[in-house]
């Protein structure tokens, strides 16, 4: 059964440093989205992408995130310098269509800040 | 705004039997997407069953249920039979006509041999 793969599974970094935490959506899903999870807390919601767009960003996602869709296959989230609140789980997710269509999750990146 | 609310932080079965998580939620949009994910202690996010706001029947996958009430605003989730590998967290969504899904704060469920 097809599914999200992301890589790395789990990332250090100095506080400051640019990290990129890979994805590959299912292969003929057309949105894709990330997330992230504090340690015991809940699931946010940062930011979904179509046809090479952002569509949606919460207000989590500001100047320091980027994304990306570099090939026919990869999705990248870009942090461009770390802080420690951004220790977390990230969960990239994809779905065939948007609206209300099931989004199905990756296992996972996570990003320790130190 | 959409806002999703899990009230139980933690809830106990025995094994074998079954077992309701509240979910209630809110929004103005009249379309929109009912989930429930489960998170075992290793981390992933497991898709387990979706209800549309226009459904008539509530869902029903294996030994999971959507109880939907849509007059109440609750998509309460029922397992049935419950095993030991059911012991995880559960987090209930809504995925209204934008592309934000929001989640609730989730419930710990512990299945007690």
């Known amino acids: 059964e097809p599914e999200v793969t992301q890589t790395p599974s789990h990332q250090v970094t100095q506080m400051g440093q640019e990290v990129i935490l890979r994805c590959v959506p299912i292969s003929n899903h057309l949105y894709f989205y990330w997330y992230r999870q504090i340690l015991g807390q809940k699931v946010e919601f940062l930011v979904s992408f179509y046809n090479n767009e952002i569509s949606e960003k919460s207000e989590i996602f500001d100047d320091q995130f980027s994304v990306e869709r570099p090939d026919g296959s990869n999705f990248t989230l870009k942090i461009r310098s770390t802080k420690l609140e951004d220790s977390a789980m990230y969960f990239c997710?994809?779905?065939?269509?948007?609206?209300?269509?099931?989004?199905?999750f990756g296992p996972g990146t996570r990003l320790t800040v130190l | 705004a959409q806002k999703i609310t899990q009230t139980q932080p933690g809830m106990f079965v025995q094994e074998k039997e079954a077992v309701t998580l509240d979910c209630t939620y809110d929004t103005s949009d009249p379309s929109y997407g009912l989930f429930w994910y489960k998170q075992p202690s290793s981390g992933e996010m497991i898709f387990l069953i979706y209800?549309?706001?226009?459904?008539?029947q509530n869902a029903t996958e294996g030994r999971y249920s959507l109880n939907f009430q849509k007059a109440r605003k609750s998509a309460n989730l029922v397992i049935s039979a419950s095993q030991l590998g059911d012991s995880a967290m559960y987090f209930c969504a809504m995925r209204a006509s934008n592309n934000d899904m929001r989640f609730g704060a989730g419930t710990r469920l512990t299945v007690k041999p």
């Open positions: 209800q549309g706001s226009y459904d008539q």
């Open positions: 997710a994809s779905s065939e269509l948007a609206g209300t269509d099931t989004q199905y």
